[in-house]
């Protein structure tokens, strides 16, 4: 494999005020706008619960089918979106996730039947898989080193964001009567449309652009990113970590010189669901409401974990490419696993006096959002060469989507047979099975070009 001489590789690390700040931070944000449609798809189930199981006459097994059914179509998004990314390029990919998105839930929001229901649930899963792993792609290859961390972590902000106006949307529609349900799902079609129209306003990523040959286009956005110099330096490392390799097809993902980082990615993706995130974000409000608090209570302690989500976040944006990414990683497991615990004892011992059940998780989803939430998707995006950056990114996501469902499906059933505490207590062991991974077997991607990283964790 033939790489980039030194300074090509290193141009990144030139001065920051060599580059368009404004510039990046622009496309960067309107492309991040993708993870609204990943946080309120994921946040507006936990308010239509009560409706959907009245409605559809719902017990404990279909209850978590009608919940996690989703997530079977964004693998299935996650799956295709590589392929389409690669082929059409990154912003016509999101151009397709932003339309399905608001047609599939209007189609939820008109279902009369739990068949119905489900099928446009995991079509809009398509959408919502798509660009998870299409959104961080996209920053990553249009962000130099010294930003890129804090770019790619907006993305989870955008999530977070999404997951807030869920809540915010169930809490003010849930007295619309026994259809509030309807209105929730439709509301979701909002950030959709936002979304579509903002993509006019980013270009195409320059690594999609040079590995389709069309370096001239790709040079007017890095000449646009860092000026000229940059431009020039930044084709030159571009072009020759493409050089001696063809485009990557599927059968490239399982060669030998790419296992060890295709594991890491897909331990990355699986740990950040089956630590136990979405169980808690999808059935928060019943959660709440198994302590003895009202509906409506419970809704207003669900719009905090929004809003814990929300700030702790903008620290993770704050600290990525200062502290680092392991850094954040390994001290998020260790909050997770205490908070965890610490809720799981209360379900044991049945004390839910002074709020305590309320602040452990809020502490819990502090540390999620501070590092496995908004690292995750940095990480994911920075490991992967060049050649099979889309493939591995599809694979990978996939996996995570279908870790997700796993964890979401079986919450209601473990909930019910295991009991809350014991099933909080699981999640708790997986974060400190990764907080040994972590600290032994990933590599710290602070501060590198996507062509360092790639030099360093290939031929290593």
Known sequence: MAYANTSALTVDLNPLSNFNKKYILRISIISALGGMLFGFDTAVISGTIPFIQKYFRLDEVTLGWAVSSILLGCGLGAMLAGKIADALGRKLALFICAFLFAATGIGVALAESLFIFTVFRIAGGISVGAVAMVVPMYIA???????????????????????????????????????????????????????????????????????????????????????????????????????????????????PQYSKVLFMGILIASFQQITGINAVLYYAPEIFKSTGVSAAVAAIQTIAIGVTMLVFTLVAIWLVDKVGRKKLLLAGCLVMVISLLAVATCFYLDFYQYYLVLIFLLIYIAGFSASLGAVTWVILSEIFPNRIRGLALSLVTLILWLADFLASISFPVLNKYLGTSATLALFAAFCLVYFVYLKFRVPETKGKTLEELEAQLINQ
């Open 141 to 255: 290859e249009t962000s130099p080193a010294p930003f890129r961390g804090r770019m790619v972590a907006l993305y989870q902000l955008a999530i977070v964001l999404g997951i807030l106006l869920a809540y915010v949307a169930n809490y003010t529609l849930s007295d619309l009567g026994e259809n509030s349900w309807r209105w929730m799902f439709a509301a979701q079609a909002i950030p959709a449309v936002i979304f579509f129209f903002a993509l006019f306003l980013v270009p195409e990523t320059p690594r999609w652009l040079i590995q389709k040959s069309q370096k001239e286009k790709a040079y007017n956005v890095l000449s646009k990113t860092g000026g000229q110099a940059y431009a020039e330096a930044a084709l030159r490392s571009i072009s020759n970590s493409f050089a001696s390799q063809s485009a990557g097809n599927l059968k490239d993902l399982f060669l």
